[in-house]
């Protein structure tokens, strides 16, 4: 993030360059607008890098978190005699018995809030 940030930076400076030698007549018009089409365009690709950059980060936060969350409700869990209601309220979404032997149990997906479902006989 850093050096998009620098990158950013750097490419503004040339800008602003640009502009004042065009001004003091050291380059045309022509490749004034030439280079400044090239600058602002690495800037519009490194504003789109750190966007995804940012992106990434909050997806990698909220999956740690859901990941801290899902440990401390698996936590709660250790034996049989510990899958009290509320743990499994906390685990569960949704249990479907079909039969005797069919049973579906969907589990909370802390990480997306979604159900994932897990048959077993």
Known sequence: MVKIKAAT???????????????????????YRELKSTYELRMATLAEQETSLQEKIKTSIRKEK?????????????TVSDLTT???????????????????VELRRFETSKTETREGA
């Open 66 to 78: 859901a990941l801290e969350q899902a440990k401390n409700s698996t936590m709660l869990v250790k």
């Open 9 to 31: 930076e750097k490419n503004r400076h040339y800008l602003i360059g640009l502009y004042e030698n065009l001004k003091l007549d050291v380059i045309s018009e022509t490749e």
């Open 86 to 104: 509320g743990a499994i309220t906390q685990l569960v979404e949704k249990i479907t018995v079909y039969n005797k032997t069919n049973i579906a």
